[in-house]
């Protein structure tokens, strides 16, 4: 089974859940909601809605996973689970939390009364992807049967139990300023499809700026074989999204704000702002106009 959803809502709740019956809550890693506010969240989702949930910082930034600490907002953050209802409780440790912790983490997966609750991990850092590494993590999550979290895009998680999750953050060279194209849904499609088999579960959880388009198109073509167009196509979209912009704005500003964005052109072909705009003279511009004069529109 394919699950697929945002992390947190990037639009309203209700046009939300109308869409897709999966959504990870992110907020909780900032603050814990009151339990009061955890329940009206899962008596207002359909029936059928699923929650999970990102654990709060104290556990993986403040305390990096150290039981005597770490066990009491842990705790918490399963009563949070419970109230909604939710399976998946995602831990994710920052990049200074490095492989020299793993007995750190061990010691905590290990300790931890999880009880029906699946805990996975999303590690982060370069440092974690050297191979030798991979296989010491991969051993000691399968033993504790923990699964790896990871962006596929980037490495495959070393061990998924009946759940694989996945978080895609974007490939571009800032995280989440991205958009996925027809190309790179297809082979996110092959991954997934390689994960799910015997029986298992995998969740795919978008976390870009686009993440509520590229989901939907994800779940289309999971649905009918097909990707619906990009809301961008054709002349007049350009024209539209650049009189929306706030001006005067320079070139180097627009590529960061917007060159991440996939447009439709001739067709279906699927081209990248950047690669609209990347010949402009730098320069600030006081309107639309003056960019759509450079560009040919």
Request: charged residues 30%.
């Given at each position: ?35 009061s ?20 910082q ?64 999303e ?28 962006d596929?895009?980037?490495t ?12 895609l ?60 167009p ?39 072909k ?28």
């Amino acid at each position: 089974m394919i699950k697929i959803g945002c992390c947190g809502y990037p639009v309203g709740r209700k046009r939300y859940q109308e869409t897709f019956r999966l959504v990870e809550i992110n907020r909780t890693f900032y603050r814990v909601p009151k339990i009061s506010t955890v329940i009206k969240w899962r008596r207002e989702a359909p029936a059928d809605f699923e929650f999970t949930v990102k654990a709060h910082q104290d556990i993986s930034h403040k305390y990096k996973l150290k039981l005597e600490d770490a066990l009491e907002p842990f705790e918490t953050m399963k009563t949070v689970c419970r109230n909604l209802a939710a399976k998946i409780l995602l831990i994710q440790t920052p990049a200074s939390f490095k492989p020299d912790r793993l007995e750190d983490a061990e010691d905590f997966f290990k300790s931890i009364r999880r009880e029906e609750l699946i805990v996975v991990w999303e590690t982060r850092g370069p440092l974690w992807e050297d191979e030798e590494t991979r296989e010491r993590l991969r051993s000691v999550l399968e033993s504790l049967d923990v699964p790896h979290v990871t962006d596929p895009f980037r490495t495959l998680p070393v061990y998924s139990s009946s759940v694989a999750y996945l978080r895609l953050h974007g490939s571009g060279s800032r995280m989440y300023y991205y958009q996925y194209s027809d190309g790179e849904l297809s082979e996110l499609h092959r991954i997934v499809k390689s994960l799910e088999s015997n029986g298992r579960e995998v969740y795919v959880l978008f976390n870009n700026l686009s993440m509520f388009e590229d989901a939907s198109r994800f779940l289309s073509f999971i649905e009918t074989g097909k990707f619906p167009p990009l809301i961008l196509r054709g002349e007049e979209s350009i024209r539209a999204l650049l009189t929306r912009m706030r001006y005067p704005l320079t070139k180097s500003a627009l590529m960061k704000k917007i060159g991440w964005r996939l447009v439709e052109i001739e067709g279906q072909k699927q081209v990248r702002l950047e690669e609209l705009l990347k010949s402009i003279p730098s320069r600030t511009y006081r309107n639309a106009e003056e960019i759509l004069k450079e560009v040919g529109i």
